[in-house]
């Protein structure tokens, strides 16, 4: 009996010191993308801020490409499969690496031909050499399902501190506004090597050694999430890539800073979710009523977190944006207004996201992100010419809210789950 309580409390420490090491990982991150934010519109001008956040854009997109949606997958194989963690992840390597050179060929392939001038090919090339250090992501999710994210953060810490020094000496320096693609290809490359440094001392590894029995079921299982992650990209990514070629480089600098400013706040619940997911995947197996209460009581703390910083970011964001930036990027206000509100279902769409995956439903994440990707292709078409930013901004909040929450409704199966999380007696 003690050394179950004792196993019960040791277990609960571990949790609770993940999340701190998780929420410290995302407040750092959340750091440098304020500081980068922040500083990039102060000191470039809106067209220069507008390319650089369409390149980024446009290479986040083939990025989605790259990992073959096997993150999630494999986070829960080495959960419930822990005596084949290396072979699992010499797999996942394999498979990311092979897939990532051919992403990272395609990308550069549309960049050349797409790009109507060779400042914007040349910021795309230089950012896309990120994508081959893809597969270095598995050792992230490794130490994520250990409930080990010190390592993660100490790795994420001193990539982004030289990522942030290489970034201040261009502006120090008013450099060209190709070198700026650099600082996100120096921080991508420090957190891979510091990563698998780590990960070395925990596991013997063998990259380029892969198991074809676990490759055919990585492949298999993560295959709609595949699809699913690039239609979550489009439906993210694509919108900048209308406003830059419908209303310019200016018009995307606005929108780009107002997207920037809304989502800030994002890692709090995706640290919990995260942190806590690896208890609920154990339940699920055990009590299928308690493991319905947790994902419930995610969902609630998930809304009551949105409320608070929703409503934060709508009142107190303008006054800052007034304060601090250029006139020409006030604007953003407008935007800003609309997209807060997407956190709201980007909330629930964490802890969809998951249960689903427990569930083994990947199919119904893929038509959600489908949808939700259409949607805003189809919506930016019609509204982008007449009601400009505006309209992006609307059609962005309602593919959110189709790919996150609503398309749950559209299956019988998840429909009669969701709602019967709403018949438990107590949580």
């Not at 750092?28 to 369409?54: H, M, Q, R």
């Not at 919990?272 to 609920?280: A, K, R």
Request: hydrophobic fraction near 55%; aromatic fraction near 20%; glycine fraction near 4%.
């Amino acid at each position: 009996m003690w050394k179950a309580l004792s196993k019960n409390i040791q277990q609960k420490k571990s949790y609770g010191i993940n999340t701190i090491w998780l929420l410290l990982d995302k407040v750092l991150s959340l750091s440098t993308v304020l500081f980068i934010t922040i500083l990039l519109p102060k000191y470039l001008a809106v067209d220069e801020y507008g390319l650089l956040n369409y390149a980024l854009s446009f290479v986040m997109i083939f990025a989605s490409f790259c990992n073959l949606g096997l993150n999630n997958i494999l986070f829960m194989d080495l959960v419930n499969r822990t005596l084949l963690k290396t072979k699992l992840l010499n797999s996942a390597f394999f498979l990311i690496s092979i897939n990532s050179l051919l992403v990272f060929t395609l990308c550069l392939t549309v960049s050349y031909f797409s790009s109507n001038n060779q400042e914007t090919f040349l910021i795309i090339f230089i950012m896309s050499f990120h994508l081959l250090f893809t597969p270095f992501i598995v050792f992230e999710v490794f130490f994520q399902s250990r409930l080990k994210s010190k390592y993660i953060v100490i790795s994420r810490v001193f990539s982004q501190l030289f990522s942030l020094v290489a970034l201040s000496g261009f502006l120090y320096f008013e450099a060209s506004i190709i070198y700026f693609g650099f600082y996100k290809l120096i921080e991508f490359s420090i957190f891979a090597t510091l990563i698998f440094i780590f990960a070395k001392k925990f596991i013997s590894l063998e990259l380029f050694r892969y198991t074809r029995i676990l490759n055919k079921h990585l492949i298999s299982r993560s295959l709609p999430i595949f699809l699913q992650s690039i239609m979550v990209v489009i439906m993210l990514k694509i919108d900048q890539i209308f406003v830059k070629h419908y209303l310019g480089e200016t018009a995307n600098g606005i929108y780009a800073l107002s997207i920037r400013l809304s989502e800030f706040w994002y890692f709090v619940p995706m640290a919990i979710v995260t942190s806590l997911f690896p208890t609920i995947i154990k339940i699920k197996n055990q009590n299928e009523s308690v493991y319905k209460k947790r994902i419930l009581m995610l969902y609630i703390s998930n809304i009551a977190i949105s409320f608070i910083f929703i409503a934060a970011v709508y009142f107190f964001m303008p006054i800052f944006i007034n304060f601090y930036f250029e006139e020409s990027f006030h604007q953003s206000i407008e935007t800003l207004r609309i997209l807060i509100f997407a956190g709201f279902f980007v909330c629930l769409g964490l802890v969809t996201s998951r249960w689903l995956l427990v569930e083994s439903w990947q199919r119904y994440l893929g038509f959600g992100a489908f949808l939700a990707a259409l949607t805003n292709i189809v919506i930016n078409f019609i509204v982008i010419k007449d009601y400009g930013l505006l309209g992006v901004a609307y059609s962005s909040l309602i593919s959110y809210a189709l790919g996150s929450f609503f398309f749950l409704f559209l299956f019988k199966k998840s429909r009669i789950f969701f709602l019967s999380l709403f018949k438990l007696k107590k949580i």
